[in-house]
């Protein structure tokens, strides 16, 4: 992923990075993938909700900043395994603390890249550098590394790695989704969806830069793509009108 703070060359806080606070907000042609589980085994079962999406617990739990007006964002890593358009050559940085760099790092699939730009990172398949990652950024271009990273150099983790306004929530607080309010296009949430977002426990890991994020938007992170199309699929979306709650 995306380090959305400094790193080395003082990367940029999210914001000024690939695919913060992006989503296709529409499940039109989604793919049959099955509820994630939530990082962390003390994540207690997701309650029931009505027919808005509405859990009792939201009912019980202070909200954190204004009840139903968050708006929640996803992102993910790219697999390249999963994209098979024409291949073009990439230059960059073929380690973690460099800016900018003109080494060549391979050659990858044109859509592949695509979603980098969009997201973050992709993890790549083929080639001698097979299991490494591309990631990438505005600051920075294209590097090559390990893994997937927040903005203080940790990995992501999937269901558990989050961004957020600093004006509502600080780094390292932690968060649960009590509500998940409607999609992008303002249609209720499926139920097994919003289930898996509320059953996850958020960490603020990334803050976003002033003017970008926005103070009642979050963005998350729901780990590796996992089917072609994946940008169809109903966990890649956008919760609109939810609520927050402590964690």
């Known amino acids: ?69 968050w708006r929640i964002t996803t992102y993910y890593t790219a697999v390249e395994s999963l994209h098979n358009g024409r291949l073009k050559a990439v230059k960059g940085c073929p380690e973690l603390h460099c800016s900018h760099g003109k080494a060549p790092l391979g050659s990858y699939p044109e859509d592949f890249l695509a979603v980098i730009q969009e997201e973050g990172s992709g993890r790549i398949t083929s080639g001698p550098q097979r299991g490494r990652y591309l990631n990438w950024s505005h600051s920075v271009g294209y590097w090559l590394d390990d893994t997937t990273r927040d903005s203080a150099g940790h990995p992501l983790r999937p269901w558990s790695s989050a961004a957020a306004d600093r004006s509502v929530l600080a780094r390292g607080q932690r968060f649960a989704i009590v509500e998940c309010g409607r999609d992008g296009n303002g249609h209720r949430i499926e139920a097994a969806v919003c289930a898996a977002f509320r059953k996850a426990r958020w960490t603020v890991t990334d803050l976003f830069r002033p003017g970008y994020g926005g103070e009642n938007h979050a963005d998350v992170y729901i780990g590796e793509e996992t089917g072609p199309g994946f940008a169809g699929s109903p966990f890649y979306t956008t919760l609109s009108g939810a609520t927050l709650g402590p964690s």
């Open 1 to 69: 992923m995306r380090p959305r703070a400094s790193l080395a060359a003082a990367l940029a806080l999210c914001g000024a990075l690939a695919g913060c606070g992006r989503a296709s907000g529409s499940s039109a042609g989604a793919l049959d993938v099955p509820p994630p589980t939530a990082t962390g085994a003390s994540s207690p079962a997701a309650s029931p909700t009505d027919s808005s999406g509405v859990s009792p617990e939201a009912e019980r739990v202070a909200p954190l900043g204004r009840p139903g007006a």
